[in-house]
């Protein structure tokens, strides 16, 4: 049994920041509100985003500290509720994607990101059964990083 995934892909820029919405459920690009009202309304059962962050002030995705801080913040920025504290740890044999990755699990899902030394990128992913505004979102991971690009995308999920 053969089972094919049909893969649509809208692509929106605005200035520096790039939206892909990569899944049939997601459908057009909408707003933080119409995201939000249509998981409500249509029972969807988790939404995700992810975030590409370029150009990232090295200060800060080099820094355990400001990594765990920006977990705390950003759980708190989108009113999720985190379980334990962040863990956040370095590794990475190959230069090109060594640095700090991060897990903050909150009682709706997880936070994760990984932050790559070499090109000053950082890779944020957030999951909750529980609605919130990816744009803003995003938006916030890229002023909190100093990132001068940025991509998102994101995905309803049930």
């Known amino acids: 049994m053969s089972i ?4 649509r892909t809208t692509a929106f820029e ?8 990569m899944s049939p459920k997601s459908g057009a690009v909408m707003s933080d509100e119409d995201i939000m009202a249509r998981y409500k309304n249509d029972g969807e059962w988790g939404l995700m985003v992810s975030v590409d962050i370029g150009g990232c ?3 800060k995705i080099t820094s355990k500290e400001v990594i765990t801080q ?3 913040d950003l759980a ?3 009113n999720m509720k985190r379980f334990k504290d962040p863990i956040v740890v370095k590794f990475g044999e190959n230069e090109k994607v060594a640095g700090y990755s991060l897990v903050q699990l909150i009682e709706t899902s997880l936070i994760s990101g990984h932050f790559a030394d070499i090109t000053d990128r950082a890779f944020i ?4 059964c529980r609605e919130f505004p990816p744009k803003k979102t995003a938006e916030f991971c890229k002023k909190y990083f100093g990132g001068k690009t940025m991509e998102y995308s994101i995905a309803f999920r049930n």
């Open 4 to 7: 094919y995934f049909q893969r």
């Open 125 to 128: 992913d957030v999951f909750s």
């Open 76 to 78: 708190e920025y989108i």
């Open 57 to 59: 002030d090295p200060a």
């Open 70 to 72: 920006f977990a705390i």
């Open 14 to 21: 605005n200035g520096d920041v790039k939206v892909y919405s």
